[in-house]
């Protein structure tokens, strides 16, 4: 397992834009496929976003979609979520996570990843 910090929440108003880290401890962080997911008030934590190991294929929820970039940076251990055009509906605790292997069908589910950071909290204001 690896050991996952995010940094970079905060509050921003509608339409503007924050970049999330997720820094990651251990010499292996480039064999892990990396994942998003977040948790707004009330809700069951959902699927935002993924990347695969090396070659950086990514896949993203739906309603994230064309707003939201994610990528890593295998040599500073390190994935982002770049967050553009926010909405007040992204209002949520944003965590990554990680997992040793891969497959498109499970990738939305949460058990299938094995290291999960704290938490980062993003508040878009109306």
């Known amino acids: 397992q690896v050991q996952l910090v995010e940094s970079g929440g905060g509050l921003v108003q509608a339409g503007g834009s924050l970049r999330l880290s997720c820094a990651a401890s251990g010499r292996t962080f480039s064999s892990y496929f990396m994942g998003w997911f977040r948790q707004a008030p009330g809700k069951e934590r959902d699927f935002v976003a993924a990347?695969?190991?090396?070659?950086?294929?990514?896949y993203y929820g739906d309603s994230v979609k064309g707003r939201f970039t994610i990528s890593r940076d295998n040599y500073k251990n390190t994935v982002y979520l770049q967050m553009n055009s926010l909405k007040p509906e992204d209002t949520a605790v944003y965590y990554c996570?990680?997992?040793?292997?891969?497959?498109?069908?499970?990738?939305?589910?949460?058990?299938?990843?094995?290291?999960w950071g704290q938490g980062t909290q993003v508040t878009v204001s109306s």
């Open positions: 996570a990680a997992r040793p292997s891969f497959s498109i069908a499970t990738m939305r589910d949460q058990g299938m990843y094995n290291s």
């Open positions: 990347i695969s190991r090396s070659v950086g294929n990514t």
